[in-house]
């Protein structure tokens, strides 16, 4: 199965909402390169199909996280399968029509100059990460709270928003907590392999 066929796969088996069918009709139309989009230009998953890519692994990272006993036992953090679906294959939308190809000059391995393709960025809506990625799936469907918040903040204190929004996020939705574990575990200790 591709990540393609995966991600479409976790979307229909587990996103019901009202609307989800129209963000999913969105997402593979040709309005949408989700499914050839890179996760990054040069850092994780810099390859045609890298983003749906990096969307599965966040997914399976944050459902294998929800799933520790400890997790569930001791922090008491449980979630429909349905929001552990939306905040992990959708918290990275706002990279949709974000990224498009150049080329540069670089000397191949016989030591001639050729022209080689390169992602660059060419943000059409540049509205910030996190709220980009909410943004356009609450043109859709309706988001809980937790669930906006999780998206909005999945980037942790790696990002550039104030550490004390984060903090304070992390506090009030502990999903947002652990969509950023399954984030940076997927993009760091999966991704970065690759």
């Not at 088996?13 to 069918?21: A, L, T």
Request: aromatic share 14%; net charge negative; charged share 25%.
């Amino acid at each position: 199965m591709t990540k393609k066929e995966e991600f479409i796969s976790l979307y229909k088996e587990n996103i019901k909402r009202p609307g989800s069918d129209k963000l999913l009709s969105y997402i593979m139309s040709d309005a949408s390169d989700f499914f050839d989009a890179p996760c990054s230009t040069r850092f994780h998953l810099s390859y045609q199909g890298g983003l749906a890519e990096h969307s599965v692994n966040v997914y399976h990272c944050l459902k294998a996280y929800l799933e520790r006993e400890r997790v569930k036992d001791v922090y008491g953090l449980s979630y429909s399968d349905e929001t552990i679906a939306v905040v992990s294959l959708l918290h990275d939308l706002c990279k949709m029509n974000f990224y498009s190809v150049d080329y540069r000059n670089a000397k191949n391995a016989d030591g001639v100059w050729e022209k080689v393709p390169y992602y660059t960025i060419k943000d059409q809506l540049p509205y910030g990460h996190g709220e980009k990625s909410v943004y356009i799936v609450s043109g859709f469907m309706r988001l809980s709270r937790e669930e906006a918040f999780s998206i909005r903040y999945h980037m942790g204190f790696s990002g550039t928003e104030d550490s004390n929004l984060v903090g304070r996020a992390f506090e009030m939705f502990p999903l947002a907590l652990a969509l950023s574990f399954a984030d940076m575990e997927a993009t760091f200790l999966i991704e970065s392999k690759k």
